[in-house]
């Protein structure tokens, strides 16, 4: 059975960087893509990044690209969301989720999830 358990959250000013890890464990991540999503409080869950499985694809959503850079070391069962320029939007929960082999934007998609990191962008 695949777990995923995130790491990384915090507070953070306006401008400031994080980095999200979403660590696996029960199998190896090589044949799963894995997506990162975020909750504000009262919206919908949304796609924020998203890697396959070999690492040679990734996508992100309009809000983020050019700020938050995801990549995957399948040595350590491992993918990360670096997340720079941070605007108080971006504060959420952010989870990480897998599926088999390509990404999807589609929440349902996603047949194992971890239980969310808290992030805060605030001055």
């Known amino acids: 059975q695949l777990q995923l358990v995130e790491s990384g959250g915090g507070l953070v000013q306006p401008g400031g960087s994080l980095r999200l890890s979403c660590a696996a464990s029960?199998?190896?991540?090589?044949?799963?893509?894995i997506g990162w999503f975020r909750q504000a409080p009262g919206k919908e869950r949304e796609g924020v990044s998203c890697?396959?499985?070999?690492?040679?694809?990734?996508n992100y959503a309009d809000s983020v690209k050019g700020r938050f850079t995801i990549s995957r070391d399948n040595t350590k069962n491992t993918v990360y969301l670096q997340m720079n320029s941070l605007k108080p939007e971006d504060t959420a929960v952010y989870y990480c989720?897998?599926?088999?082999?390509?990404?999807?934007?589609?929440?349902?998609?996603?047949?194992?999830w971890g239980q969310g990191t808290q992030v805060t962008v605030s001055s």
């Open positions: 890697i396959g499985s070999s690492g040679g694809s990734t």
């Open positions: 989720a897998a599926r088999r082999y390509s990404c999807s934007g589609y929440v349902p998609a996603y047949d194992y």
């Open positions: 029960g199998v190896t991540l090589d044949y799963y893509a």
